[in-house]
């Protein structure tokens, strides 16, 4: 690694054109992409909780593998309530399949088309997975089409919550995990952001509540009274900062190991 790449930003948005171009050059770019959303997390989380939690993550990663981090794509797919208390909460602007899938597509071409050869997007809102997969995939496929020599890039997608290790998921729930399914601003999202961005935090407005019961089938529309009127599926009783840096250091070390070895990187 030359002697002034520590001192360049991790955040292409703070790094100059010609900067970014001669970095590229040098061969086995990675750039990671976080992806999150525009989403009611309750009275006490901000709506951009998503794109927060899922930059800072990529910015500590990319930092331990010289990657850099790329804007967030920060309005997500359609909240659904199961999973995030549904789109017709007051806070939640979302975008369509095609608006993402669009939007992704594009950011993702336009990085591997200027030469980075490794493009890792990072997730952070539940709803988003499968139209990004489908981004990532038309990609890829607009690159082949153009043609061009050089190896074929690379696109990885993870979701960081897949990273939680069973050890830290015993660690914060003492009393045993509900389930992703109802984590939607409890105690995990919350215990990051205490960790992470605790000035953005109001937990004098939390409400301790029980758990969501929702159904196993979505029904459209929705019914607005089985999400609880906090707009989180559980609460975030027993939340702290020390839950969110366990959570935080493990699923950053565990990321960063698993990069370094799939792209063969730093």
């Given at each position: 690694?030359?002697?002034?790449?520590?001192?360049?930003?991790?955040?292409?948005?703070?790094?100059?054109?010609?900067?970014?171009?001669?970095w590229v050059s040098r061969g086995g770019a990675t750039v990671i992409l976080p992806a999150g959303a525009f989403e009611q997390h309750g009275p006490h989380l901000p709506m951009g909780t998503d794109a927060l939690l899922s930059t800072a993550i990529a910015e500590v990663v990319a930092a331990r593998c010289g990657a850099k981090v790329a804007e967030p794509l920060s309005y997500g797919h359609k909240s659904q309530q199961k999973s995030g208390g549904g789109n017709h909460l007051p806070g939640t602007i979302s975008l369509d399949a095609a608006a993402l899938i669009a939007q992704a597509r594009c950011v993702i071409v336009g990085f591997l088309a200027q030469g980075v050869q490794n493009l890792v997007v990072l997730n952070g809102h539940y709803e988003n997975y499968q139209f990004l997969y489908e981004a990532a995939d038309l990609a890829l496929g607009d690159l082949r089409a153009a043609g061009g020599g050089g190896p074929e890039p690379t696109v990885l997608l993870l979701s960081y919550w897949d990273y939680v290790s069973d050890q830290a998921l015993a660690e914060v729930y003492p009393e045993g995990f509900p389930g992703w399914d109802i984590e939607h601003g409890g105690v995990l999202e919350t215990s990051l952001m205490l960790h992470l961005r605790p000035e953005l935090v109001q937990m004098g407005r939390a409400v301790s509540h029980p758990a969501a019961q929702l159904p196993r089938f979505d029904r459209l529309p929705v019914v607005p009274e089985r999400t609880p009127s906090t707009g989180c599926l559980s609460a975030p009783d027993g939340s702290d900062a020390r839950k969110g840096e366990l959570l935080f250091s493990q699923v950053t070390q565990d990321l960063a190991t698993d990069l370094r070895q799939e792209l063969e990187i730093a």
């Amino acid at each position: 690694m030359p002697e002034n790449e520590t001192r360049q930003p991790v955040r292409l948005a703070h790094l100059d054109a010609p900067s970014y171009s001669e970095w590229v050059s040098r061969g086995g770019a990675t750039v990671i992409l976080p992806a999150g959303a525009f989403e009611q997390h309750g009275p006490h989380l901000p709506m951009g909780t998503d794109a927060l939690l899922s930059t800072a993550i990529a910015e500590v990663v990319a930092a331990r593998c010289g990657a850099k981090v790329a804007e967030p794509l920060s309005y997500g797919h359609k909240s659904q309530q199961k999973s995030g208390g549904g789109n017709h909460l007051p806070g939640t602007i979302s975008l369509d399949a095609a608006a993402l899938i669009a939007q992704a597509r594009c950011v993702i071409v336009g990085f591997l088309a200027q030469g980075v050869q490794n493009l890792v997007v990072l997730n952070g809102h539940y709803e988003n997975y499968q139209f990004l997969y489908e981004a990532a995939d038309l990609a890829l496929g607009d690159l082949r089409a153009a043609g061009g020599g050089g190896p074929e890039p690379t696109v990885l997608l993870l979701s960081y919550w897949d990273y939680v290790s069973d050890q830290a998921l015993a660690e914060v729930y003492p009393e045993g995990f509900p389930g992703w399914d109802i984590e939607h601003g409890g105690v995990l999202e919350t215990s990051l952001m205490l960790h992470l961005r605790p000035e953005l935090v109001q937990m004098g407005r939390a409400v301790s509540h029980p758990a969501a019961q929702l159904p196993r089938f979505d029904r459209l529309p929705v019914v607005p009274e089985r999400t609880p009127s906090t707009g989180c599926l559980s609460a975030p009783d027993g939340s702290d900062a020390r839950k969110g840096e366990l959570l935080f250091s493990q699923v950053t070390q565990d990321l960063a190991t698993d990069l370094r070895q799939e792209l063969e990187i730093a």
